[in-house]
T-cell receptor
């Protein structure tokens, strides 16, 4: 269904630890997935994407895992830094020849020194 | 390469007025999408334009409309503003279908 952001879960981690942010998506037909980071007062910033024909993709300090069987995405951030503190959204593209993203509710990541 | 640019950054309007927001996509991007972000509903898709044609529309009333120009710049318009239209309106551009979408900083609209 459409994104509903009534409750924003928070993940608190210590600086230097690894963070894992999870997301359940809704549509089995979605073929493209993106993770975004949003800091206060800014628009969502692209982090990493993955297509449905892959189950893992790595970037700089970030890894996205896709499990199509259970419709689950995760974002792993290695050696989390204070600058990683933000709200993280997963988004699924429903495809069908359009760019229509359905966003998850978001997870707030708080990094403590 | 410059990012997605949205103007104005902030707007204050009163109920019943109308508003026009502007978005300039990344150079070369022909797809422009608009999203509404509120604390209660999160990020919700409004519509997408590609080569001046609206390709898809979200579940919003007809008061919300948009258009795209030949240079790919886009505008969205909200008529007869309601208090519930207060939100951050975000524009995203992409080079094509199923490609990365990059967002602007948004226009924060407050309806009093």
């Amino acid at each position: 269904g459409e994104s509903v952001g009534l409750h924003l879960p928070t993940l608190s981690v210590q600086e230097g630890d690894n963070s894992i942010i999870n997301c359940a998506y809704s549509n089995s037909a979605s073929d493209y997935f993106i993770w975004y980071k949003q800091e206060s007062g800014k628009g969502p910033q692209f982090i990493i994407d993955i297509r449905s024909n892959m189950d893992k993709r790595q970037g700089q300090r970030v890894t996205v895992l896709l499990n199509k069987t259970v419709k689950h995405l995760s974002l792993q951030i290695a050696a989390t830094q204070p600058g990683d503190s933000a709200v993280y959204f997963c988004a699924e593209n429903l495809g069908g020849g359009y760019n229509k993203l359905i966003f998850g509710a978001g997870t707030r990541l708080a990094v403590h020194p | 390469k410059a990012g997605v640019t949205q103007t104005p950054r902030y707007l204050i309007k009163t109920r019943g007025q109308q508003v026009t927001l502007s978005c300039s996509p990344i150079s070369g991007h022909r797809s422009v999408s608009w999203y509404q972000q509120t604390p209660g509903q999160g990020l919700q898709f409004l519509f997408e334009y590609f080569s001046e044609t609206q390709r898809n529309k979200g579940n919003f009333p007809g008061r919300f409309s948009g258009r795209q120009f030949s240079n790919s710049r886009s505008e969205m318009n909200v008529s007869t503003l309601e208090l519930g239209d207060s939100a951050l309106y975000l524009c995203a551009s992409s080079s094509g279908v199923g490609e990365k979408l990059f967002f602007g900083s948004g226009t924060q609209l407050s309806v009093l």
